[in-house]
C-alpha cells in the first residue's frame, strides 16, 4: 500500500521547516558557498545529500539503532566528526586571500568539497538518530514493508533538503562575492569560516545522545 499523500505532504513540509533550522548543516553549506562561491556550495549540497542517503539506508535496516544503544560507538563517530571539523578549521584559519579563487585543479577541489559534504553529514551520529526518531513517527505497518516506505520517506526528505540547502548555497554564494572584492575581507571570511567550523566541532563532540 503506498504512503497516504497528505501524509506525505506533511512529511514533506516538515524535512523544509527542519532544513531552515538553523543547524550544522546549513550553517557549513552557508559558510562553504561563502569561500568559495554558489557552485562550491551546491557541491557540498550534493555531498551532503549523499551522506544522508546512508543515514536513509541505516535507519532503513536498523544499523542506527547500534549507535542509539552503543555509547560508544556514538562517541567514536562524533569524535571524529570533530577533528576532521577542526582541520577544516585550521585550514580556513591558515588560508590566504588569494586562495579562494584559484581556477587550478578545480576537479580536484571539486571532489574534496563533494567528500566534505559527504564526511561532515555521515559522522554527525545525531543525523542517524535523528532520523530513527523522526521517519518511523510517518510508516505505518498496514501499508507493507517498513523498510520500502522508510526508504521512500527518506527520498523526500533528501529532496526537500536538497531544495532548501540549494537556496541557502546561492544566497552564500552571492554574500561572497559581495565580500570577496578585496583580500581583507576574504580574510574576514577565512575566520568567520574558521570560527564556525571551530564551534560545530566543540558542539559536536559535547553533544550528548
Known sequence: MLIPTETIAAFFLASVLLGLAPGPDNIFVLTQSALHGRSAG?????????????????????????????????TALKLIGGAYLLYLAWGAFRASARELHTDQNSKLNNRRLYARGIIMNITNPKVSIFFLAFLPQFVSPDRGRLTLQLMALGGVFIIATLLV??????????????????????????????????????KLITTDR
Request: glycine fraction near 12%; proline fraction near 1%.
Open 42 to 74: 551546491l557541491i557540498v549540497v550534493m555531498g551532503l545529500c549523499t551522506g544522508l542517503l546512508v543515514h536513509t539506508t541505516a535507519v532503513s535496516f536498523g544499523v542506527a539503532a547500534i549507535f542509539q544503544a552503543s555509547a560508544a560507538a556514538f
Open 165 to 202: 540547502f540549494s537556496g541557502i548555497a546561492v544566497l552564500g554564494g552571492s554574500l561572497g562575492e559581495w565580500l570577496n572584492r578585496s583580500p581583507r575581507a576574504q580574510r574576514i571570511i577565512n575566520w568567520i569560516a574558521g570560527t564556525v567550523f571551530a564551534a560545530l566541532a566543540l
